[in-house]
């Protein structure tokens, strides 16, 4: 009788587990999806500037060295681009 109710807990925990394991993975999927499309919202909005004054100087100083070291306009290959890094 002992070992019957222990079975029965035992399945009912496994159930639980299993059941927590799946809600658990479906929240993760959704917070992913969440985020990809929040980030693909804040991308695609028109509007401000979306890089932080940080990251758009240092992306303006960048674009700077190239038109110095190959001309303004200039398309540059990757590789010259390595090389002048």
């Not at 496994?14 to 980030?39: H, I, M, T």
Request: charged share 30%; proline share 6%; aromatic share 6%.
């Amino acid at each position: 009788m002992a070992n019957a109710i222990n079975q029965k807990e035992a399945e009912y925990d496994a159930y639980v587990s299993a059941e927590r394991a799946e809600r658990l993975a479906e929240c993760e999927e959704r917070a992913a999806r969440r985020k990809v499309r929040d980030y693909a919202a804040e991308w695609s909005a028109p509007g401000p500037d979306p890089l932080s004054p940080d990251k758009r100087a240092a992306l303006n100083a960048a674009m700077a060295l190239c038109d110095r070291a190959f001309g303004k306009g200039a398309v540059v290959p990757a590789s010259r681009m390595e090389a002048a890094a």
